[in-house]
């Protein structure tokens, strides 16, 4: 079982810089690749990065490839997502989510977090 908490949206305006951080629980987080998807209002959930179990693979949107960037320190049970350059369009709320032994390739999602807002003005 893997809990996950995500934490650090907020309100910015366009071109700023955010990170996002989901803390995991449980004794086998490096087992896990993590990811991040994101849901705006009335829009289905959509993948926007992943990063593999082993940390060596990362993997994006093509929405976000350029801007966004997926890390993780297993010392810390943490993965971060650094949000540069946001857009409007990034406005959405972002979940962590875990998928046991990813390496690429579809994300099915194990666990999910709450989520957390982040919002873009223009």
């Known amino acids: 079982q893997v809990q996950l908490v995500e934490s650090g949206g907020g309100l910015v305006q366009a071109g700023d810089s955010l990170r996002l951080s989901c803390a995991a629980s449980?004794?086998?987080?490096?087992?896990?690749?993590m990811g991040w998807f994101r849901q705006a209002p009335g829009k289905e959930r959509e993948f926007v990065a992943a990063?593999?179990?082993?940390?060596?693979?990362?993997y994006y949107a093509d929405s976000v490839k350029g801007r966004f960037t997926i890390s993780r320190d297993n010392a810390k049970n943490t993965v971060y997502l650094q949000m540069n350059s946001l857009k409007p369009e990034d406005t959405a709320v972002y979940y962590c989510?875990?998928?046991?032994?990813?390496?690429?390739?579809?994300?099915?999602?194990?666990?999910w977090g709450q989520g957390t807002q982040v919002t873009v003005s223009s």
């Open positions: 990063i593999g179990w082993s940390g060596g693979s990362t």
């Open positions: 449980g004794r086998t987080f490096s087992f896990y690749g």
């Open positions: 989510a875990a998928d046991k032994y990813y390496s690429g390739g579809r994300f099915n999602s194990d666990y």
